[in-house]
């Protein structure tokens, strides 16, 4: 009976392991050749969805991950790697929104307001992926974030259909690089329960054409 108990245990405890393990094996595996870091490299998209995150970090510094992927956007657009850029983040409230202060600097850096759109509704990568499908037609798309987003973002709209590759913004080291890959590893588990009960975006909505 107590070897019976402590084989129990050990599962229990073995298997989420195993599970998070496997989450990451297939998501990097499956982005193989899809990711790119060398703009000459890339082919060109109508579209480059970017993926939101926070302008500034406690204590009012930069955040680099906003910085870096305003870095990767501008360096695609100015070499005709994309047309437009869907800019996709929360919008939690009138004090914090992610998809104007984007949109904000990439117009510092050179990008005509008319290239660029808003998605103020991307409160998950999930929703921000199925939205530039169901809301702005895109069924094929460059999506611009650091490397291990951009994996986890592509194995998510080749789910649902549309036809990815991404364009690695430069990653962040140090202390706060580590806390989000530890993040990851959970985000991408979450990934395959999403899938497995269909979890589908919280808000859809009317249409928008990208031209």
Do not use: C, W
């Not at 649902?160 to 962040?172: E, M």
């Not at 890959?181 to 985000?187: G, I, Q």
């Amino acid at each position: 009976m107590k070897k019976k108990l402590i084989i129990l245990i050990l599962s229990l405890l073995i298997l989420p392991v195993l599970f998070i393990f496997l989450a990451n094996y297939s998501v990097e595996k499956n982005a193989e050749g899809k990711t790119f870091s060398d703009v000459s490299q890339i082919k060109k998209n109508k579209v480059g969805l970017v993926l939101g995150t926070s302008k500034k970090v406690r204590g009012g510094r930069i955040n680099l991950y906003f910085k870096y992927r305003i870095d990767a956007t501008v360096e695609l657009y100015k070499k005709g790697k994309i047309d437009f850029v869907l800019i996709s983040g929360d919008n939690g409230s009138k004090y914090y929104d992610e998809p104007t202060d984007f949109k904000d600097e990439l117009i510092k850096h050179g990008i005509p307001e008319n290239k660029i759109f808003l998605d103020y509704a991307g409160f998950r990568t999930l929703d921000s992926v199925v939205r530039t499908k169901e809301i702005f037609g895109q069924e094929e798309l460059t999506i611009i974030s650091q490397k291990f987003h951009n994996e986890r973002a592509i194995y998510l709209a080749e789910k649902h259909g549309i036809k990815a590759i991404g364009f690695n913004a430069k990653d962040v080291s140090g202390q706060m690089g580590k806390k989000v890959k530890l993040r990851e590893y959970l985000a991408r588990t979450k990934v395959f329960i999403d899938i497995l009960f269909n979890v589908q975006p919280k808000f859809l909505g009317e249409k928008i054409d990208i031209s």
